[in-house]
């Protein structure tokens, strides 16, 4: 069902502009520098993501993500984004907003990753905070989702400062790293204040 719906984009979504970060939909060029800081930071990732497939870094597999970012996107279920640093245009991480759920819902999930070389550094706060006016504004949604393993402070103190709410615990959630995690489960609503 897809009545709210107020936006149509074609293959690209324009830039969304951040503090210190820019957030943009992926395009084959961003292979070399994607798969690279997806290697070195593999250690750092695999704990906090579904199992990787054994050839996730390869351009094929890169490619094959790319048509389904693209058909997520047409089909407004599915909206995701690299993002990169302002100042020297280093790509740090990735971002993106998922299981969009219109009719009566108007919500989606939000899941993101940062580079090791990255993280704790400002970056995906900043990122998250860019692309909540999108997700409200543009994509006229009225509640954002987000989940993480209880263990994953960082995670945690991302979400609390960008204004989620914890809301629940979510049992075996999860598939992530092979096995069935429990999840904190958090939201954000359109009207809910800005934090701080």
């Excluded at 989606?108 to 995906?124: L, Q, V």
Aim: hydrophobic letters at 40%.
């Amino acid at each position: 069902m897809a009545f709210f719906r107020t936006v149509s984009f074609g293959e690209l979504i324009p830039a969304i502009p951040g503090a210190g970060v820019m957030l943009r939909t992926p395009v084959a060029s961003d292979y070399p520098e994607w798969a690279a800081v997806r290697e070195a930071s593999r250690d750092f990732l695999v704990p906090w993501e579904p199992t990787w497939p054994a050839d996730d870094l390869s351009r094929s597999a890169f490619r094959r993500r790319l048509r389904r970012y693209a058909e997520d996107q047409r089909s407004d279920i599915a909206y995701a984004f690299l993002i990169f640093r302002s100042d020297d245009g280093a790509l740090v991480g990735g971002l993106t907003l998922a299981n969009i759920r219109r009719g009566v819902a108007q919500a989606g999930s939000i899941g993101y990753w940062i580079g090791h070389p990255y993280a704790r550094n400002g970056y995906m706060t900043a990122a998250v905070k860019a692309l909540i006016p999108f997700c409200y504004g543009t994509l006229r949604l009225h509640r954002l989702e987000a989940a993480c393993i209880p263990t994953n402070v960082p995670s945690i103190r991302l979400l609390e400062k960008t204004g989620f709410q914890r809301e629940g615990y979510a049992r075996g959630y999860l598939c992530i790293n092979g096995q069935w995690q429990d999840h904190l489960l958090y939201a954000r609503l359109k009207d809910d204040p800005e934090p701080g």
